[in-house]
């Protein structure tokens, strides 16, 4: 029986339109075994199997599929990331899928360390075909597939259990005697929709075949549990998965491998705690391609094991390029928050972030240093950052930029990074008022050659009539007696500055300073440069008071 929870007062939200009266909860669609979970205490140690299937569930899912150029690309790709398992195709499903097998084994690209898989349904003329697709390969993995839950036994096979595990088994002898005695040639089982289907079920058509395939530790069968559609919150699928893994018969012959499709938006969470859960394989593809919301992203689950310290076992050390290619052999884009790869994802727009970030990387340049290592293998921590944005590839050139929501610090960070100003601390809201003012009237955000051009015609500006002819030879002092002669009351609050190099170059030709100056009771900043850090100051001095008389 259902019940309903006490609305509490502080929560407005009121029951909506949506009929959601129509869907059942997982629990009355399956059932999931109790279990005493170890789960949820395990921790991440290593990388599992990674197992991409763009060239084949991806390809499914692509409103043009890839021809063999476009699969040879990308399958080049995923051997140079080091992924050593690759589903390349449904060599029965068309011609195109058949010639690209073959082609593999024709050209000889396939390296030593690296197995292909082949995906086939429980039919003999299409294990046959799909056999007939490998020969030649000296390694590949024949993946037996057929959809297991009660509705799909009732509304597409119109099998019961018996009739489903009738059509495994033959299917299954077939692809054995098709086999022989050929070294290299393993089998793969995925009960489709394992996530709906009675647990019993799953461990008799499993278990089932790990003894019919007569695996053994060193010839295991991979049993592939796919969570087709999701039906529940990710830690439903972790107990699914335990429960196989305590119970499957001889553990020690099988290969565990989990498949998660995103349709509730938590595949990456599913496949991680199926991991935790006792998988040791991991299907998907490269930024989560696939049917309706896609498979598992093996980019981002490889990433945030990276993230833990944990070495992933794949080299995305130049994610642009692998998202490139993706991009081109997809014909999909890769969306610009996307986790690790998305083009802002190493960007802050808000000033808070932005101040903390620019901070962070300075404070790590420092302690880089103080540790004698250079920065790119230095412990990371950056606030913002999970990760320091060179491991994958990227340049911090994008990683502050500036629109209305930005501060003070995204918009030193720029001036220092992109034209060696290094504005003092008192200066900074003060500029950051005049930027903000701007993107709030565009709307645009401020690249950083607009951001110098708009700091230069705020501060260095020309100096009252008659006094700037002074900037060149006299000192402050002297400076500031003619301001006074001219009936200019100035008291210098603050000055700073520094040498700064042309661009390119690490030799500084000239300095530019930077003043706060308070004159006939108005306050005002100003800068200026010039060869000498006297000239620069007189410069600034005089643009702060320019700027406090207008």
Known sequence: MTTTAPHPSWNPQRPSPMPSHRYRPFQERVNVPSLDRSWPSARFERAPLWVPVDLRDGNQALAEPMDTPRKRRLFDLLVSVGFKEIEVGYPSASRTDFDFVRHLVTAGTVPDDVTPVVFTPARRDLIDRTFEAIEGLPRAVVHLYVATSPVWREVVLGRDRGEVWRTVREAAEHMARRAGDRAGLRFQFSPETFNLTEPDFVLELCDGLTALWDASPDRPVTHNLPATVEIATPNVYADQIEYAHRNLSRRDSVILSVHPHNDRGTGVACAELAVLAGAQRVEGCLFGNGERTGNVDLVTLALNLHAQGVDPMVDFRDIDTVRETVEHCNRLPVHPRHPYAGDLVYTAFSGTHQDAISKGLARHAVRAARAGLAEDSAPWAVPYLPIDPADVGRSYEAVIRVNSQSGKGGMAYLLRTHHGLDLPERMRPDFSRVVQEVTDDTGQ??????????????????????????????PLSGVLDALAGAGFDVEVLERAGHPIAPVGRTVAERTVAYAECRVNGATAWGAGEGPSPETASVRAVLAAVSRAVR
Request: glycine share 14%; hydrophobic share 35%; aromatic share 10%.
């Open 445 to 474: 955000e401020v690249a950083p050659k607009e951001l110098y051009d708009l700091f230069r015609a705020t501060y260095m500006v020309e100096g009252p009539r008659g006094v700037g002819d002074h900037a060149g030879t006299a």
